[in-house]
């Protein structure tokens, strides 16, 4: 039972290395990859149902008991994270038929994305710290061949900055794994928790945790360290731009959510550094999308108020805001990457990005318009999509623990993204039809309906959904329960 | 011992952030490889520099050395040739398409 764990990892994997052999077969690569990820899907959804209903599962990987051996641990919030990021990845598949270039997709497309998904779920799933550096090279190496697949002069540019400040915090990563083995001499997540706990968090393991989460808010792009990400995601392809927005950021958030609320909880400095950090993120993130007139960079400018919510959530740390997080963070992967590929089916409709040069979408292309409206207002947070519930539950907790000011910047910051999106809806979709507008082929908003319909599944479900969400706080509030299924005692 | 390691490290990273903060992107590219360079002697010496027989049971022998720090850094040495490969052809490949290897010239416009 518990070696089904491994296989949402090992197979993208393999089959990924096989469809290398088949690049130029686009057909046969598209099937493959559909009913590899359809696989994917069913075995996650049954590890989160099983999960739900037995406890964690682990799987010692070639019987190496922990905590010698590399574990991989399936607990609430690991397996919760895999399926959205299967069902998305889907979404992102399907829209690729018809928006790749073919040119691009025998270039090993389908590889690259399937190497992603392996690194994406090898770092949910992984126990151990040095084998999420290890996964987070292996995503990052599927995102260096992603982003610059195709090779045009504006991609090679800024893939060149995007390698670099990757490259530079995995080293940042390495060294700070190589100190923290020097202090306890484990990198097992839940024996690194157990020891912490017993030696208590002195000043030079709380320096070791933020030298931690610098490496973490640069993958994740926290506010000071957002900087690399605007430009890098928004030159690449639209579906690529959807899968980054949506997944790779939100491994960075993972990983901060998992090592603060497990390990290093016991030094209060860290959380409320993150509460300002939030702040700041918040408010810069979203007057970066209002600077700008393109429209793909203003979404890629809205993850980054995104992430500060999340980081608020980790910051109050208390039962009810990890809840808030964790539904936010579900929340937020989905309607990223569907605005992602709105915006790219805008961008198509209308022959450029530029805000300024757009109109009269919603007489030519009404379907498409409504979808952009409903993904908007899900992102601003309206009642009663998917966005409201994980704000309302970030923002009351904040009020609960009497952080004031900074609920009131998430009000704030709320309105923003609102005028954000509204800018595209006003520009894009009102006004008078440009000649230019072309027709959408409507298999291109399949996709986009269906990651519409799960965030309002999430959002109007949210009762069905959220005793599940409920849990996996409660697991992550208390690391007892983690080191327990680890180590058994 | 671990104390001269410790400041050779650090020496390896000081050399390698100034080479970062030039502007050509074949000095950046060799800043990282030191970088990671520095990263791996750390390893080694947080994981104790002490002498011992190699991780292998036997009978008779009590005293072995640490085999996590090396595993760790073959690992790690492995990633980081690998990216360093992978930048060296990125940089020619953006040299021969923007026909210029200064950083300061690579910064690119809005709408593009």
């Given at each position: 039972m518990s070696n089904l764990v491994i296989l949402p990892i090992l197979l993208p994997l393999l089959i990924g290395a096989v469809l290398i052999f088949f690049n130029k077969k686009i057909?046969?690569?598209?099937?493959?990859?559909?009913?590899?990820?359809?696989?994917?899907?069913?075995?996650?959804t049954y590890l989160l149902a099983y999960v739900y209903n037995n406890g964690t599962l682990i799987l010692e990987t070639g019987n190496w008991v922990a905590p010698f051996g590399i574990i991989l641990v399936a607990d609430g919030l690991a397996t919760l994270l895999l399926v959205t990021t299967n069902l998305i990845a889907f979404a992102c598949l399907l829209y690729t038929f018809r928006s790749?270039?073919?040119?691009?997709?025998?270039?090993?497309?389908?590889?690259?994305?399937?190497?992603?998904?392996?690194?994406?779920?090898?770092?949910?799933?992984?126990?151990?710290?040095?084998?999420l550096f290890v996964f987070f090279e292996v995503l990052l190496m599927a995102s260096y061949g992603l982003i610059v697949l195709g090779g045009t002069k504006a991609q090679l540019r800024e893939s060149l900055k995007y390698v670099l400040i990757n490259l530079i915090s995995s080293i940042l990563f390495v060294i700070t794994v190589a100190f923290l083995y020097s202090v306890t001499g484990t990198v097992n997540m839940a024996q690194l928790a157990e020891r912490v706990g017993e030696v208590g968090q002195s000043g030079i393991l709380t320096t070791i945790a933020i030298l931690l989460f610098v490496v973490f808010a640069t993958k994740g792009a926290l506010f000071p360290l957002y900087f690399w990400l605007p430009k890098s995601y928004s030159i690449p392809p639209t579906v690529i731009s959807a899968l980054f927005g949506a997944l790779l950021t939100k491994v960075g958030v993972y990983s901060i959510l998992r090592v603060f609320t497990l390990i290093f909880v016991y030094d209060s400095i860290t959380h409320d550094l993150f509460i300002w950090l939030a702040g700041f993120t918040m408010v810069l993130g979203v007057l970066g999308a209002l600077s700008t007139n393109n429209i793909k960079l203003?979404?890629?400018?809205?993850?980054?108020?995104?992430?500060?919510?999340?980081?608020?959530?980790?910051?109050?740390f208390t039962a009810t805001s990890i809840a808030g997080t964790v539904?936010?963070?579900?929340?937020?992967?989905?309607?990223?990457?569907?605005?992602?590929?709105?915006?790219?089916?805008?961008?198509?409709?209308?022959g450029t990005s530029d805000l300024r040069k757009m109109?009269?979408?919603?007489?030519?292309?009404?379907?498409?318009?409504?979808?952009?409206?409903?993904?908007?207002?899900?992102?601003?947070?309206?009642?009663?999509f998917s966005g409201f519930i994980g704000k309302l539950l970030l923002l009351k907790s904040a009020f609960e623990e009497g952080y004031i000011i900074i609920a009131i910047t998430g009000l704030v910051t709320s309105l923003l993204i609102l005028l954000s999106v509204i800018r595209i809806f006003i520009g894009a979709i009102w006004g008078k039809p440009v000649e230019t507008n072309k027709k959408v082929p409507t298999s291109l908003l399949l996709p986009i309906s269906l990651l519409v319909l799960l965030s309002i599944m999430l959002g109007v479900g949210g009762e069905y959904?959220?005793?599940?969400?409920?849990?996996?706080?409660?697991?992550?509030?208390?690391?007892?329960?983690?080191?327990?299924s680890v180590l058994k005692g | 011992m671990e104390i001269f390691m410790s400041i050779v490290s650090g020496c390896l990273v000081a050399a390698g952030v100034y080479l970062l903060l030039q502007r050509q992107i074949l000095k950046i590219i060799i800043g990282t490889a030191i970088l990671s360079h520095a990263a791996h002697l750390l390893i080694l010496t947080m994981?104790?520099?002490?002498?011992?027989?190699?991780?292998?049971?036997?009978?008779?022998?009590?005293?072995?050395?640490d085999p996590l720090p090396q595993a760790l850094i073959l690992t790690s040495i492995v990633i980081s040739f690998g990216v360093t490969s992978y930048l060296l052809v990125l940089a020619y490949r953006t040299y021969n398409e923007n026909r210029t290897d200064n950083m300061e010239q690579l910064r690119g416009t809005d709408n593009e």
């Amino acid at each position: 039972m518990s070696n089904l764990v491994i296989l949402p990892i090992l197979l993208p994997l393999l089959i990924g290395a096989v469809l290398i052999f088949f690049n130029k077969k686009i057909v046969l690569a598209r099937v493959i990859t559909t009913i590899t990820l359809l696989v994917n899907i069913s075995s996650s959804t049954y590890l989160l149902a099983y999960v739900y209903n037995n406890g964690t599962l682990i799987l010692e990987t070639g019987n190496w008991v922990a905590p010698f051996g590399i574990i991989l641990v399936a607990d609430g919030l690991a397996t919760l994270l895999l399926v959205t990021t299967n069902l998305i990845a889907f979404a992102c598949l399907l829209y690729t038929f018809r928006s790749l270039d073919s040119e691009r997709e025998q270039f090993y497309f389908y590889t690259f994305f399937l190497m992603l998904i392996t690194g994406v779920s090898g770092a949910f799933l992984t126990g151990d710290l040095f084998n999420l550096f290890v996964f987070f090279e292996v995503l990052l190496m599927a995102s260096y061949g992603l982003i610059v697949l195709g090779g045009t002069k504006a991609q090679l540019r800024e893939s060149l900055k995007y390698v670099l400040i990757n490259l530079i915090s995995s080293i940042l990563f390495v060294i700070t794994v190589a100190f923290l083995y020097s202090v306890t001499g484990t990198v097992n997540m839940a024996q690194l928790a157990e020891r912490v706990g017993e030696v208590g968090q002195s000043g030079i393991l709380t320096t070791i945790a933020i030298l931690l989460f610098v490496v973490f808010a640069t993958k994740g792009a926290l506010f000071p360290l957002y900087f690399w990400l605007p430009k890098s995601y928004s030159i690449p392809p639209t579906v690529i731009s959807a899968l980054f927005g949506a997944l790779l950021t939100k491994v960075g958030v993972y990983s901060i959510l998992r090592v603060f609320t497990l390990i290093f909880v016991y030094d209060s400095i860290t959380h409320d550094l993150f509460i300002w950090l939030a702040g700041f993120t918040m408010v810069l993130g979203v007057l970066g999308a209002l600077s700008t007139n393109n429209i793909k960079l203003i979404i890629a400018y809205n993850i980054i108020p995104a992430i500060g919510f999340m980081m608020l959530g980790i910051g109050v740390f208390t039962a009810t805001s990890i809840a808030g997080t964790v539904f936010y963070l579900l929340h937020d992967m989905v309607v990223k990457a569907a605005l992602f590929l709105l915006v790219g089916a805008i961008i198509i409709a209308s022959g450029t990005s530029d805000l300024r040069k757009m109109g009269g979408l919603l007489a030519t292309h009404p379907l498409l318009s409504w979808l952009f409206f409903i993904a908007a207002l899900t992102l601003v947070g309206i009642p009663p999509f998917s966005g409201f519930i994980g704000k309302l539950l970030l923002l009351k907790s904040a009020f609960e623990e009497g952080y004031i000011i900074i609920a009131i910047t998430g009000l704030v910051t709320s309105l923003l993204i609102l005028l954000s999106v509204i800018r595209i809806f006003i520009g894009a979709i009102w006004g008078k039809p440009v000649e230019t507008n072309k027709k959408v082929p409507t298999s291109l908003l399949l996709p986009i309906s269906l990651l519409v319909l799960l965030s309002i599944m999430l959002g109007v479900g949210g009762e069905y959904i959220y005793p599940y969400v409920q849990q996996v706080a409660d697991q992550l509030i208390d690391p007892s329960n983690y080191i327990q299924s680890v180590l058994k005692g | 011992m671990e104390i001269f390691m410790s400041i050779v490290s650090g020496c390896l990273v000081a050399a390698g952030v100034y080479l970062l903060l030039q502007r050509q992107i074949l000095k950046i590219i060799i800043g990282t490889a030191i970088l990671s360079h520095a990263a791996h002697l750390l390893i080694l010496t947080m994981g104790k520099l002490d002498r011992g027989a190699p991780p292998i049971i036997k009978d008779g022998i009590t005293k072995y050395a640490d085999p996590l720090p090396q595993a760790l850094i073959l690992t790690s040495i492995v990633i980081s040739f690998g990216v360093t490969s992978y930048l060296l052809v990125l940089a020619y490949r953006t040299y021969n398409e923007n026909r210029t290897d200064n950083m300061e010239q690579l910064r690119g416009t809005d709408n593009e």
